[in-house]
């Protein structure tokens, strides 16, 4: 039994193909009625989102007051093994060729919009999910639409402000910190050896508190807390990450690498001087090369005209820094976003180099199952567009017991790491849920 039970809404999940909310033959496809309408200015897109939902039912993808947020399950599926990105794509595909959809506004993201997580690894016992909701509000330069799937209402509901958590308990995931930087210094072994070049090794730990903890708390924090990143929300996993795997906008797909991180002080003068070493720090920026050269390569089947900048900008968080690069371009062969997603997942920032044999050694030290953690989260619209982050910075609410939340946090380890400055940077990277959570 994974720690953390993640069972699919719908009943036991099957091994690989679908099932469908609502529907008696769970292969057929549902002909949902899609409209979208352009909406005045409706405000905080997070604080529209209605209570009382369950937490699987909630889905956002926010960031500086623009994207989407969504609730409700009008359809849903879930996928799992290997195949399942492409089975929950010839789902989408069926969904949209038999969708009835009137949309106003004619935008990415307007229209019929899936949710979707997918788990970091093949085998993992909480495979994938991608979710229609009922409702959804969109905001993008300055337009806001309201899309309803299957409702007669365009009545936007009534809003009950978010409660925080309260008395919220923190226990070891997997393993201990202590127990955590040993398999740090395992991997710096390994790294040493030969065996691998670059690991990225990831903890988790639980967090309960004494009544069901509600997504909107958290998405309300993350996105007021931590501007720059995209805060999340789907089946359950709620985050603010600062990684894009993948957009695709008419036809221009871009990537934001991340790799090379520093902890922030406090101090702005302090900060400023660590982000300067930190852009000429070797191992840092070895550290990146790796994964700006594993997002490279993914992309490039798909795409032609790529920018891959020759060295990465500094991104400020106000937990940590980042040695980040954008990459960018022009998509020739007509990949769904979430196709693109599949094909960069995963990608050396999240799991290592060479991606085989790192992904042994994460199997073999962290001796756990990520679940959705580090794997694509985001959105896919009728057209294909889309964007998918990857799932850091978050926790999976445990849909079976919602007052238990698990969090994670990884870090790239490459030969100059040290245990116990990855113990530190671990859990500055999971300062963002532990505030949201207080
Ligand atoms: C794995 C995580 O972050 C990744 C690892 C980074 C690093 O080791 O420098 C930086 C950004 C992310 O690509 C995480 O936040 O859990």
Same mark, same amino acid.
């Given at each position: 039994?994974?720690?953390?039970?993640?069972?699919?809404?719908?009943?036991?999940?099957?091994?690989?193909?679908?099932?469908?909310?609502?529907?008696?033959?769970?292969?057929?496809?549902?002909?949902?009625?899609?409209?979208?309408?352009?909406?005045?200015?409706?405000?905080?897109?997070?604080?529209?989102?209605?209570?009382?939902?369950?937490?699987?039912?909630?889905?956002?993808?926010?960031?500086?007051?623009?994207?989407?947020?969504?609730?409700?399950?009008?359809?849903?599926?879930?996928?799992?093994?290997?195949?399942?990105?492409?089975?929950?794509?010839?789902?989408?595909?069926?969904?949209?060729?038999?969708?009835?959809?009137?949309?106003?506004?004619?935008?990415?993201?307007?229209?019929?919009?899936?949710?979707?997580?997918?788990?970091?690894?093949?085998?993992?016992?909480?495979?994938?999910?991608?979710?229609?909701?009922?409702?959804?509000?969109?905001?993008?330069?300055?337009?806001?639409?309201?899309?309803?799937?299957?409702?007669?209402?365009?009545?936007?509901?009534?809003?009950?402000?978010?409660?925080?958590?309260?008395?919220?308990?923190?226990?070891?995931?997997?393993?201990?910190?202590?127990?955590?930087?040993?398999?740090?210094?395992?991997?710096?072994?390994?790294?040493?050896?030969?065996?691998?070049?670059?690991?990225?090794?990831? &903890?988790?730990?639980?967090?309960?508190?004494?009544?069901?903890?509600?997504?909107?708390?958290?998405?309300?924090?993350?996105?007021?807390?931590?501007?720059?990143?995209?805060?999340?929300?789907?089946?359950?996993?709620?985050?603010?990450?600062?990684?894009?795997?993948?957009?695709?906008?008419?036809?221009?797909?871009?990537?934001?690498?991340?790799?090379?991180?520093?902890?922030?002080?406090?101090?702005?003068?302090?900060?400023?001087?660590?982000?300067?070493?930190?852009?000429?720090?070797?191992?840092?920026?070895?550290?990146?090369?790796?994964?700006?050269?594993?997002?490279?390569?993914?992309? &490039?089947?798909?795409?032609?005209?790529?920018?891959?900048?020759?060295?990465?900008?500094?991104?400020?968080?106000?937990?940590?820094?980042?040695?980040?690069?954008?990459?960018?371009?022009?998509?020739?062969?007509?990949?769904?976003?979430?196709?693109?997603?599949?094909?960069?997942?995963?990608?050396?920032?999240?799991?290592?180099?060479?991606?085989?044999?790192?992904?042994?050694?994460?199997?073999?030290?962290?001796?756990?199952?990520?679940? &959705?953690?580090?794997?694509?989260?985001?959105?896919?619209?009728?057209?294909?567009?889309?964007?998918?982050?990857?799932?850091?910075?978050?926790?999976?609410?445990?849909?079976?017991?919602?007052?238990?939340?698990?969090?994670?946090?990884?870090?790239?380890?490459?030969?100059?790491?040290?245990?116990?400055?990855?113990?530190?940077?671990?859990?500055?990277?999971?300062?963002?849920?532990?505030?949201?959570? &207080?």
């Amino acid at each position: 039994m994974p720690a953390f039970s993640h069972p699919s809404p719908l009943g036991p999940k099957r091994a690989l193909g679908w099932s469908i909310v609502n529907e008696a033959r769970p292969a057929a496809t549902p002909r949902l009625r899609v409209r979208t309408y352009e909406l005045t200015d409706p405000g905080d897109l997070v604080g529209l989102i209605p209570a009382g939902r369950p937490a699987e039912d909630v889905m956002s993808w926010v960031r500086r007051e623009e994207g989407l947020v969504g609730w409700g399950r009008a359809a849903a599926v879930s996928t799992s093994g290997d195949a399942r990105f492409a089975d929950a794509e010839e789902w989408w595909d069926a969904l949209v060729a038999a969708a009835d959809v009137v949309d106003e506004v004619e935008r990415p993201g307007t229209g019929l919009v899936g949710f979707g997580s997918f788990s970091f690894r093949n085998s993992s016992d909480e495979g994938a999910a991608l979710v229609v909701p009922e409702m959804i509000v969109g905001r993008r330069d300055g337009h806001a639409w309201l899309t309803t799937i299957n409702r007669t209402t365009d009545q936007l509901p009534e809003v009950k402000p978010a409660e925080a958590p309260t008395g919220v308990e923190r226990t070891d995931g997997a393993l201990s910190p202590a127990q955590w930087r040993g398999a740090v210094g395992d991997a710096i072994e390994y790294i040493r050896a030969g065996r691998i070049d670059k690991v990225v090794l990831a &903890r988790d730990e639980i967090h309960t508190a004494d009544a069901d903890i509600d997504p909107r708390w958290l998405l309300a924090r993350l996105s007021t807390a931590y501007r720059d990143t995209w805060a999340f929300a789907v089946d359950g996993l709620v985050g603010g990450t600062p990684e894009l795997l993948v957009r695709s906008d008419k036809g221009l797909v871009t990537s934001r690498v991340l790799a090379g991180t520093i902890r922030r002080t406090g101090s702005d003068d302090h900060d400023l001087a660590l982000a300067a070493s930190l852009a000429r720090s070797s191992k840092d920026l070895v550290e990146h090369e790796f994964a700006v050269r594993s997002v490279e390569a993914a992309l &490039r089947p798909h795409c032609s005209s790529m920018n891959v900048p020759d060295a990465p900008f500094v991104l400020h968080l106000p937990n940590v820094m980042h040695l980040a690069t954008d990459v960018s371009g022009a998509l020739t062969d007509g990949a769904s976003s979430l196709t693109l997603a599949a094909s960069l997942h995963p990608s050396a920032a999240v799991c290592g180099t060479p991606t085989r044999e790192a992904a042994l050694v994460i199997d073999e030290l962290e001796h756990m199952d990520r679940g &959705r953690y580090a794997g694509p989260v985001g959105w896919i619209d009728a057209r294909g567009d889309g964007e998918w982050g990857i799932a850091l910075r978050s926790g999976q609410i445990d849909i079976e017991n919602p007052c238990r939340i698990r969090l994670f946090a990884g870090c790239g380890i490459v030969e100059g790491s040290d245990p116990v400055s990855e113990v530190a940077e671990s859990v500055a990277k999971l300062a963002p849920m532990r505030e949201a959570l &207080r």
